[in-house]
């Protein structure tokens, strides 16, 4: 497998934009680590990439926008907060959507990265290796897994997946719950296993044993085929924590169609606070990410790197999630 630039910059102990400026002589670097960069390459037999090479000499005002997908409240907001930043700093956005398919992702990275200055991937169910993104060009990767390994060599925001689920079990524990059910994202995206990973670090710390987990999704569907599910249980739990706020609505829905009251009969808990989770009825108690401040922090961040050649190790930015009470959760029936 070939060397890419970040094994360089790794064995090298220095950011993937001095290896960028050593070996394209854009500007000074310190002759400790241009001697380093330069072992490196040599000793990894590292050959950089000619598109990626002519783009660092030429600014096209351009920022790459990867996303799993477009439609939606979530990436509506993440995408507004993008634009609002990107208007004022005179970038425009280029903007590919995956569909989750690690294929349209490959074409998504390759597609894009040559025709702009810096790119914001949001990959939940790859990391940057998976993606095989080989570029010089600066990135910051939005609720992505990224391994330890490789946290200095690239920017990152997450939003407090595992913390947020778990307080939001925990809620429902202080109400009186004891009976819970947790209805999974994605098996294989980094956000939905941190907050399946919460929701069960909350019950055991409080001792409970008597809970269900499902697998379901983050669309409508699932959370109505998980209620079927639900439904068809002896007993129904008396509170149910959902891996997103799509979900937990197609939950309540299916649930109230079928004769269940909403928080009488069950609490639902959902994930994002998207727009309409205020203006469902019952209202949706749910954990809000601030999305279109994440997407503005993002770009922020992305373009102190293009601008001011910032060659400072990577940054993790870890923002917290709050939990907003609304109607669909209270406490549950004696008896």
């Given at each position: 497998m070939a060397s890419t630039i970040r094994d360089v910059a790794r064995q090298a102990g220095v950011s993937i934009s001095t290896v960028s400026r050593v070996l394209n002589k854009t500007c000074a670097v310190a002759q400790d680590k241009r001697e380093r960069v330069e072992k490196a390459a040599v000793d990894l037999g590292y050959i950089p990439n000619p598109n990626a090479r002519s783009l660092l000499m030429?600014?096209?005002?351009?920022?790459?926008?990867?996303?799993?997908?477009?439609?939606?409240?979530?990436?509506?907001?993440?995408?507004?907060?993008?634009?609002?930043?990107?208007?004022?700093?005179?970038?425009?956005?280029?903007?590919?959507?995956?569909?989750?398919?690690a294929s349209e992702w490959q074409s998504s990275v390759q597609s894009v990265y040559k025709r702009v200055d810096g790119l914001i991937v949001m990959a939940p169910q790859l990391t940057p290796r998976q993606l095989n993104l080989v570029t010089d060009v600066p990135t910051v990767f939005v609720n992505t897994p990224v391994a330890p390994r490789d946290r200095?060599?690239?920017?990152?925001?997450?939003?407090?997946?595992?913390?947020?689920?778990?307080?939001?079990?925990?809620?429902?524990?202080e109400l009186g719950h004891r009976k819970l059910a947790y209805l999974a994202g994605p098996e294989r995206a980094f956000d939905a296993r941190e907050r399946r990973i919460g929701f069960v670090a909350a019950m055991d710390a409080a001792g409970l044993e008597d809970y269900t987990i499902l697998q379901a999704g983050y669309v409508q569907e699932a959370g109505r085929a998980a209620a079927t599910t639900l439904?068809?249980?002896e007993d129904l739990p008396t509170a149910?924590?959902?891996?997103?706020?799509?979900?937990?609505?197609?939950?309540?829905?299916?649930?109230?169609?079928?004769?269940?009251?909403?928080?009488?009969?069950?609490?639902?808990?959902?994930?994002?606070?998207?727009?309409s989770a205020a203006f469902a009825?019952?209202?949706?108690?749910?954990?809000?990410?601030?999305?279109?401040?994440?997407?503005?922090?993002?770009?922020?961040?992305?373009?102190?790197?293009?601008?001011?050649?910032?060659?400072?190790?990577?940054?993790?930015?870890?923002?917290?999630?709050?939990?907003?009470?609304?109607?669909?959760?209270?406490?549950?029936l004696a008896g």
């Amino acid at each position: 497998m070939a060397s890419t630039i970040r094994d360089v910059a790794r064995q090298a102990g220095v950011s993937i934009s001095t290896v960028s400026r050593v070996l394209n002589k854009t500007c000074a670097v310190a002759q400790d680590k241009r001697e380093r960069v330069e072992k490196a390459a040599v000793d990894l037999g590292y050959i950089p990439n000619p598109n990626a090479r002519s783009l660092l000499m030429k600014s096209t005002g351009g920022i790459g926008i990867l996303l799993p997908h477009v439609s939606g409240e979530f990436f509506s907001e993440f995408l507004t907060g993008l634009d609002e930043v990107a208007k004022n700093n005179d970038f425009f956005l280029l903007i590919s959507a995956s569909h989750d398919r690690a294929s349209e992702w490959q074409s998504s990275v390759q597609s894009v990265y040559k025709r702009v200055d810096g790119l914001i991937v949001m990959a939940p169910q790859l990391t940057p290796r998976q993606l095989n993104l080989v570029t010089d060009v600066p990135t910051v990767f939005v609720n992505t897994p990224v391994a330890p390994r490789d946290r200095q060599l690239v920017d990152i925001i997450n939003f407090d997946n595992l913390g947020g689920t778990r307080a939001a079990t925990e809620y429902l524990i202080e109400l009186g719950h004891r009976k819970l059910a947790y209805l999974a994202g994605p098996e294989r995206a980094f956000d939905a296993r941190e907050r399946r990973i919460g929701f069960v670090a909350a019950m055991d710390a409080a001792g409970l044993e008597d809970y269900t987990i499902l697998q379901a999704g983050y669309v409508q569907e699932a959370g109505r085929a998980a209620a079927t599910t639900l439904l068809a249980m002896e007993d129904l739990p008396t509170a149910v924590v959902v891996a997103n706020d799509y979900c937990a609505l197609g939950l309540a829905s299916e649930l109230m169609a079928s004769g269940v009251r909403i928080p009488e009969d069950v609490s639902i808990i959902g994930f994002d606070n998207v727009p309409s989770a205020a203006f469902a009825r019952p209202s949706l108690t749910t954990l809000s990410v601030p999305i279109r401040e994440v997407g503005m922090q993002a770009l922020e961040m992305l373009i102190s790197r293009i601008r001011l050649s910032d060659e400072s190790p990577g940054r993790t930015v870890n923002l917290p999630v709050e939990l907003v009470v609304r109607e669909s959760t209270s406490t549950p029936l004696a008896g």
